[in-house]
């Protein structure tokens, strides 16, 4: 059917005027859905914006011309958006890979498993990124919460996440923070993270203080007379602190690095003092150095002056008239020769007083410094005395030992006869700990200390060895004497009253004997009189096992 443009009254067709009306609301709508997807890509909304005008207007070639124009932006943009799904979704498998290679519970390693062969199956376009990223958040929060529960992981947890050991946050928050880093949780996934054990508490602290403890420990810089106190401090780091020892380890920490930098700092003034006065005897080396040059100079002078006195004076007898003339002319010489001799005598008798004056100031400087040099050397003694003891039960320590021990030997083999070594260790000295504190543990080392010290001779040599073992050297006596003391000290202890707020403790002691044989090292004999208390221990305690013999004393 054929519609005129207009009737004959001038009336528009009614076809022609819904068709226009159609028109204009397709228009109307395009421009209001293209305001739907402004802000997404930038060369979208100028073609968008391009639209909207042709749209308003009525120029149909212009619409075609720009609808072409909006397919190729169109096709562009799915194509990015496709290599950057396909990017995002590497990125994650990425990550995914990574905690899989963390020492995981079976069924968490699975569940990973399973999320990254997802990942690598589903259609890049059909990714949804945001699910992805929330339950990959999940996942590092079950590893997290499995690192805390052991420790032992945390190297392996941190280093596969790309962060450094030392960089573990310090709370809850933190490591939400560390390890959403470019992903932003739904306020789901927070809940779950709260939901998460409460992973970064007392052991986390612990194991935190004790790797800085460590670390400080592996300073090289420290005295040689503190090492071997922070060897014992490290060891016992190393063994795992319980609650109650950080405080003394902590304590007996800061007191090591007092003591070691205000040495440091003693000594390190003295060296300034020092050098400060060497710089000083040197400037008066040098200006004695310029007044013998001076001096030097003087007698030159002096020298070439009576020279042209005596020239004067034999040119004036020779060219002498008379005796008067000769007379005056000699006397006029020999004053000023005279006065010649007298000015230098002034000269150097000012430079004498100079230079003495100058010596004086040294002798004094010489003093003062040999007076310092000795306090120095009284400090030192005494510190280093200080170090070979034990500052708890006055004992020599494990230094003077190993010292005394070296010496003991020497003798031995040069004098032959016996030398007997023994290993005394206190019994379930853990639950005098445990039940009375640490205080009353201390003291009890340092009472059984003072008794065994009391039982013993002038050659024998007891030290503490550490913790609550104590070693004995017995030069000069035979097995069954060494045996006849060891089982007096076991018996001299047992009967020790000790008590805490009134109460009777019972101490004993186990201990090991051996006697050295030839050609042995120290630390041979060592090991034997240790496997010796080893069985003392295991026999029931609070007797002497000698290496090499079946029979187990009992304290008499
Ligand atoms: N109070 C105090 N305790 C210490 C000191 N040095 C080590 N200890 C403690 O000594 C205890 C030794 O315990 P264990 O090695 O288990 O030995 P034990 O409880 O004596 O048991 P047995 O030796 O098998 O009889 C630990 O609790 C240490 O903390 C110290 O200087 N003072």
New binding site residues.
């Given amino acids: 059917m054929s519609c005129p443009d207009s009737f004959e009254n001038g009336d528009p067709c009614p076809a022609l005027q819904r068709l226009q009306a159609e028109n204009q609301l397709l228009r109307q709508a395009m421009v209001r859905s293209s305001f739907a997807v402004v802000g997404h890509d930038s060369a979208v909304d100028h073609c968008l914006r391009e639209l909207r005008q042709v749209l308003r207007g009525e120029d149909g070639a212009q619409l075609e011309a720009v609808l072409a124009q909006l397919d190729i932006v169109l096709v562009d943009v799915a194509s990015r958006r496709s290599a950057s799904l396909h990017e995002q979704r590497h990125a994650l498998i990425g990550q995914a890979t990574k905690l899989q290679t963390l020492n995981l519970s079976q069924e968490l390693h699975r569940a990973i498993t399973q999320f990254s062969q997802a990942l690598d199956e589903i259609d890049p376009l059909q990714l949804d990124l945001s699910a992805a990223l929330s339950e990959f958040n999940q996942y590092q929060w079950q590893v997290l919460a499995q690192f805390v529960a052991h420790k032992s992981l945390a190297a392996g947890l941190l280093e596969g996440l790309g962060t450094p050991a030392s960089a573990l946050p310090a709370d809850k928050s933190a490591v939400s923070n560390e390890l959403d880093r470019g992903v932003s949780p739904s306020s789901e996934n927070t809940a779950a993270a709260d939901d998460q054990p409460s992973m970064l508490g007392y052991a986390y602290i612990v194991g935190r203080v004790e790797s800085v403890l460590y670390e400080l420990f592996e300073d090289d810089d420290l005295p040689a007379n503190y090492q071997l106190q922070a060897r014992r401090l490290k060891r016992k780091i190393n063994r795992g602190l319980h609650g109650y020892?950080l405080v003394t380890v902590v304590e007996s920490l800061a007191r090591l690095v007092r003591d070691a930098a205000s040495d440091q700092r003693s000594l390190g003034d003295y060296l300034q003092q020092l050098i400060e006065r060497l710089a000083e005897f040197q400037a008066s080396l040098m200006d004695m150095d310029a007044a013998q040059a001076d001096e030097v100079a003087l007698a030159r002078d002096l020298d070439q002056q009576l020279r042209a006195h005596v020239d004067h004076l034999q040119h004036s007898v020779r060219e002498a008239q008379d005796l008067e003339q000769l007379k005056t002319s000699l006397t006029e010489r020999l004053d000023s020769l005279l006065a010649s001799l007298t000015l230098q005598r002034e000269q150097r008798e000012r430079r004498d007083q100079a230079l003495l004056g100058r010596l004086k100031v040294l002798a004094e400087r010489v003093a003062e410094l040999e007076s310092e040099a000795q306090h120095y050397r009284a400090h030192i003694d005494t510190q280093q005395r200080q170090t070979l003891l034990d500052p708890?039960t006055g004992l020599p320590n494990r230094a003077a030992w190993n010292a005394r021990l070296r010496t003991a030997m020497e003798q031995w083999q040069a004098r032959g006869g016996d030398l007997l070594l023994a290993i005394l260790?206190?019994?379930?000295?853990?639950?005098v700990?445990d039940s009375y504190g640490?205080l009353a543990?201390?003291k009890v080392?340092k009472l059984i200390a003072d008794a065994l010290v009391r039982e013993l001779g002038e050659k024998e040599f007891i030290a503490r060895f550490g913790?609550?073992e104590f070693v004995l050297l017995l030069p000069d006596r035979s097995l069954a004497s060494g045996q006849d003391l060891l089982r007096r000290l076991l018996a001299s202890i047992e009967a020790c009253p000790f008590h805490f707020k009134g109460e009777r403790l019972p101490i004993t002691l186990?201990a090991g004997l051996a006697s050295f044989r030839s050609a042995e090292t120290g630390e041979e004999a060592f090991q034997r009189a240790d496997q010796a208390l080893y069985r003392a221990?295991h026999e029931g305690?609070n007797r002497l096992v000698v290496d090499g013999e079946m029979t187990v004393c009992l304290a008499p």
């Fill in positions: 020892e708890l260790d206190v019994d379930h000295f853990k639950q700990n640490h543990g201390d080392l913790g609550e186990s221990k305690r």
